[in-house]
């Protein structure tokens, strides 16, 4: 399965974006479904996540900017982004699967990120 992240872009500090990751829910199994983001010569972190029981994770550096949500219907998730700041610049990835799995980012496989770039 290819969750595919989008809505990405450049904004200026203090701007806003959200973001869209298609085809989470086709997968069977998930507990739950999670944003990650990269910055260059930087690991991957866990950035925000909701489970199934629609409990919700954020990084600290994110909480009061970021939230996380999910569209049953439309199998979507999706990650607001509020009050951006330069150190938010970085590819922001999708994926979704046990508790564990996503709390370690242990996948096997990654879909294409979105980047997000914040001006000062």
């Known amino acids: 399965v290819q969750l595919q992240a989008s809505g990405g872009g450049l904004v200026p500090a203090g701007g806003s974006l959200k973001l869209s990751c298609a085809g989470i829910?086709?997968?069977?199994?998930?507990?739950?479904a999670a944003w990650y983001r990269q910055a260059p010569g930087k690991q991957r972190e866990l950035v925000a996540s909701?489970?199934?029981?629609?409990?919700?994770y954020y990084v600290d550096s994110v909480k009061g900017r970021f939230t996380v949500s999910r569209d049953d219907v439309k199998k979507a998730t999706y990650l607001q982004m509020n009050d951006l700041q330069p150190e938010d610049t970085a590819s922001y990835y999708c994926?979704?699967?046990?508790?564990?799995?996503?709390?370690?980012?242990?996948?096997?496989?990654w879909g294409q990120g979105t980047q997000v770039t914040v001006s000062s």
């Open positions: 994926n979704a699967g046990g508790l564990a799995t996503v709390a370690l980012g242990r996948f096997d496989s």
């Open positions: 829910f086709s997968v069977l199994k998930i507990n739950a």
């Open positions: 909701i489970t199934n029981g629609n409990r919700t």
